[in-house]
């Protein structure tokens, strides 16, 4: 499973920034901290790409990725926007 995860992590990381495709519920609070905070390094991912388990799983891989890279983390009520925005949406 976890080379599932890493395997998926490469290819949103890899995906061209004109493959975006909209994302629901797009003017929602947390839609906008999901698009804004999730889309600093990579492209934004479909919140249907994965499960919620899944999601939150990635959330803790991104967590470290952002302090790998030296950005600023994300505010306790950001991460819990976005966590919520990919609850309601996630497949």
């Not at 797009?26 to 899944?54: M, T, W």
């Amino acid at each position: 499973m976890r080379k599932f995860y890493l395997m998926l992590t490469i290819c949103m990381l890899a995906a061209p920034a004109h493959a975006t495709t909209p994302i629901p519920d797009a003017d929602s609070p947390q839609a906008k901290v999901y698009a804004e905070k999730c889309s600093i390094c990579h492209v934004l991912p479909h919140p249907k790409r994965l499960s919620f388990n899944g999601w939150k799983h990635m959330l803790t891989l991104m967590d470290q990725r952002i302090q790998e890279r030296g950005l600023s983390p994300l505010e306790p009520e950001e991460r819990k926007a976005i966590a919520a925005y990919l609850e309601r949406h996630a497949r």
